[in-house]
């Protein structure tokens, strides 16, 4: 089993930042990359994937936060972090840390285990 927790979440004001951290116990020798989601106000239950990053390194993120949105990885305290510069009122909510199992090298499919989501507030 995997454990996810996130942390940094909280109220800002459009342009400013905010970094999330999401800290991985468990089973981590059965992950092989690590997202993050998102779930807006009014959006129901459906939730987008912000961005990830593999075993290697690799990272990809959806065009809306391109150039604002960084995911990096510590793999020696294993924390996954996600910087978030320029932010805008539509960047407005939960945001979840997402885990995927496979072999080293996979890309991103879906996720197996999933936070508990910290919430993200930008005030225009």
């Known amino acids: 089993q995997v454990q996810l927790v996130e942390s940094g979440g909280g109220l800002v004001q459009a342009g400013g930042s905010l970094r999330l951290s999401c800290t991985v116990t468990?089973?981590?020798?059965?992950?092989?990359?690590m997202g993050w989601y998102r779930q807006a106000p009014g959006k129901g239950k459906q939730r987008e994937l912000v961005?990830?990053?593999?075993?290697?390194?690799?990272?990809d993120y959806t065009d809306s936060v391109k150039g604002r949105f960084t995911i990096s990885r510590d793999n020696a305290v294993n924390v996954v972090d996600l910087q978030m510069n320029s932010l805008k009122p539509e960047d407005t909510a939960v945001y979840y840390c997402?885990?995927?199992?496979?072999?080293?090298?996979?890309?991103?499919?879906?996720?197996?285990?999933w936070g508990q989501g910290t919430q993200v507030t930008v005030s225009s």
């Open positions: 961005a990830t990053i593999t075993a290697v390194g690799n990272t």
């Open positions: 468990g089973s981590i020798f059965s992950i092989n990359a």
């Open positions: 997402a885990a995927q199992k496979g072999p080293v090298g996979g890309g991103w499919v879906r996720p197996d285990y």
